[in-house]
């Protein structure tokens, strides 16, 4: 980690800020992240009746008590369970969770996803946190999370500093993604790490400004491979080495609108090794120019990260993930070995229920790497997507993972969630990051696939539960495991109160301006291919395919709109898929408009490629009544797709490029 004097600097001027304690609020303790499934869901929730575009976790408790109002506007029985449950974080000192969980298990023994590296075959689990806040300025806390075989204390550390600025320091967790059940950065997949964390909890700003920055120290055990290298976990410069790796991650984000929220995250792996730098000047080097000599020299990840709110009587979130590991041939500001991840959260529906639904799919090489060869992982387990986990060690194949989950409120009380996970690994090689070749034999991967059903209840001062997990693993192996939990309920003042009546939800307001819509048309497209220097590129002949789009929007002040949009396009032969996470629009009148928008495409060739794309549009509004018919202009430059089947082109880069240039008119019907 830091060295102890920029630490000690760090908190010097903290302190010494403090004598001016009257010009910024204090620090904030953190929400339980993954520990507590049944109330953290009802705080998710909150937080999108309330128009708070989240894009990393764990939350401060300040930012879901300033949401309360808002939000108990459309959901009073909720918010009044969460606000019962944040009672105990209003003292000076307090026990704020506990879990003691007893399991049955049987079958295959593989890491449940994203409980800080928890085994399945593990026959108990015990978790804590507390803390003690002398004054608005200084909060130390305590926890520990433990199971079978690791003790690690998550949730310790101190905290000094303010609204602006906060100093964490100690086993606090990361998660840099607006997904609720995978990040493809950092998550809570792996046991916590020590770290120095800077970062906001309120933003700053007409913009909305918010940060994060922080460095860790990972756990690493050498190369798990078996050959020549055993026991060396970074080879550098031809020389073999064992260490702890840096960690240094960073989170920027606006908000410049309610309900909408842009953001973008860096993650570098370097030091620990014999030879490699790990200097701050070389780190902040390699911050600002990610390409060249800081790619052979550090392990970096990067992704840019939005969410948007649709309110209405049916409120929901969308958000989109767009990651890479390093960055692409095509320029330094492109991601190479892309990922696309996206998802959709009902917070309610009929009544009593609540819907989410995540997928995220990710080109080759992820989690591996040739210098740090157990990638980004600690204690022998990925920091990122808890898919990432179910391969064999070391193969830096691609995959797909997606989540369904249902929760439900039933009259006689409590909470019931029903979760389905499924992955799917690639086939198109197998090895280990150092041996890679696309002629390589696959390994043998099967689906893998798990089903969850939970039930949690308040009884006399305790949370009760129960939770059944069965699946089948990536080697065809099943496994099970039925567990029991009892969980710290607060004092009399913070328990559930089942009484509360239910049916007093009645749905958010149907704002002006807010609407969903569907596209239909016809696009023409040209496709300009560049398969490998030397290879002569191509230009395929003037083509024309189908359009379908759906999409949801909000206006954001008299004649501006922003939304999201999913794009279905047929080109050269070769399915289209592009997410407008940023779709702008302009209304000069109720018969014109103008647009801007930008998204991720993903071009269905051999194996997925991927690229930004952007563009402008125009509309002609109301040519009927809910009826606009509309032209787009489309451009996608440097869609990637990496070289990995043996019959892929081999030379000096390693991958192939696209350009789609694309013009639509379609027509478009709001509701």
Request: proline share 5%; with cysteine; charged share 20%.
């Amino acid at each position: 980690m830091l060295k102890g004097s920029k630490i000690g600097f760090a908190v010097a001027c903290l302190l010494g800020a403090v004598t001016h304690v009257a010009l910024a609020d204090g620090v904030s303790g953190y929400l339980p992240l993954n520990l507590e499934p049944e109330i953290e869901r009802q705080i998710e929730r909150v937080l999108i009746l309330a128009d708070e575009p989240v894009l990393k976790r764990p939350f401060a408790v300040a930012l879901v008590q300033d949401a309360l109002p808002q939000a108990c506007k459309v959901d009073e029985p909720l918010c009044a369970k969460v606000k019962k449950y944040l009672q105990r974080y209003s003292r000076d000192y307090a026990v704020t969770h506990a879990s003691a969980t007893g399991a049955v298990t049987r079958g295959a023994d593989v890491v449940v996803p994203n409980e800080y590296g928890l085994p399945s075959r593990s026959d108990w689990e015990l978790s804590a946190q507390a803390y003690v806040q002398p004054n608005d300025y200084v909060l130390a806390s305590g926890g520990v999370i433990a199971y079978a075989g690791r003790t690690n204390p998550t949730g310790t550390m101190l905290s000094l500093g303010f609204n602006w600025a906060q100093l964490d320091i100690g086993y606090r967790d990361h998660w840099l993604s607006p997904l609720t059940d995978s990040s493809m950065l950092i998550s809570t997949e792996a046991p916590t790490m020590p770290s120095v964390t800077l970062s906001n909890y309120e933003p700053l700003t007409r913009l909305g400004f918010q940060y994060e920055f922080f460095l860790a120290r990972m756990s690493q055990t050498g190369s798990k491979s078996g050959d020549s290298l055993t026991g060396s976990n970074i080879v550098y410069d031809g020389i073999a080495s064992r260490g702890n790796p840096r960690l240094f991650g960073t989170q920027l984000s606006i908000e410049p609108f309610p309900g909408w929220s842009l953001g973008v995250n860096r993650l570098v792996e370097f030091g620990g090794g014999s030879g490699l730098p790990d200097s701050a000047s070389f780190l902040a080097r390699g911050f600002f120019k990610p390409s060249g000599q800081f790619q052979t020299e550090a392990n970096q990840q990067a992704s840019y990260v939005s969410r948007f709110l649709f309110p209405g009587k049916t409120p929901f979130a969308v958000y989109f993930q767009y990651a890479g590991e390093d960055n692409s041939d095509g320029g330094s500001y492109l991601l190479g070995n892309a990922s696309l991840s996206a998802g959709i959260d009902f917070p309610r529906i009929w009544h009593h229920f609540d819907l989410t639904y995540e997928v995220s799919e990710w080109q080759n090489l992820w989690y591996v790497h040739n210098i740090f060869l157990d990638g980004t992982t600690n204690n022998g387990i990925v920091e990122g997507n808890w898919g990432a986990q179910e391969r064999v060690f070391g193969d830096g194949v691609g995959a797909r993972s997606q989540m369904l989950r249902l929760g439900w409120e039933p009259p006689f009380g409590g909470y019931l969630e029903e979760q389905i996970r499924s992955l799917v690994n690639e086939n198109y090689y197998g090895g280990d990051s150092r041996t890679y070749s696309p002629t390589a034999v696959p390994n043998p991967y099967h689906h893998y696939i798990d089903f969850t059903v939970r039930y949690s209840r308040p009884w006399n001062g305790v949370t009760v539960g129960g939770e059944v997990t069965a699946g089948r693993d990536i080697f065809g192996q099943s496994f099970s495991r039925l567990s029991g939990f009892l969980r710290y309920g607060g004092d009399a003042r913070t328990r559930d109160d089942d009484s509360l009546d239910e049916d007093s939800y009645g749905g958010g307001p149907n704002e002006h301006g807010s609407e969903l819509f569907v596209d239909a048309g016809v696009n023409a497209n040209e496709v300009h291919i560049d398969l490998e220097p030397g290879i002569p590129k191509t230009t395929t002949r003037l083509g024309f395919g189908p359009h379908f789009g759906l999409g949801a929007r909000r206006a954001v002040s008299d004649s501006n709109d922003l939304g999201v949009r999913l794009e279905l396009d047929q080109i050269d032969d070769h399915s289209l898929i592009g997410v407008r996470a940023v779709d702008y629009r302009h209304r000069f009148n109720d018969a014109f408009a103008l647009s801007l928008f930008a998204g991720v495409n993903r071009y269905d060739l051999a194996t997925p490629a991927y690229s930004i794309y952007y563009g402008l549009g125009a509309q002609w509004r109301n040519i009927l009544p809910k009826w606009d018919l509309g032209l787009d202009f489309r451009h996608a430059e440097n869609i990637a797709r990496d070289h990995v089947l043996a019959s892929d082109p081999q030379g000096v880069r390693p991958e192939s490029f696209y350009k789609i240039e694309s013009a639509i008119l379609y027509i478009s019907r709001r509701f």
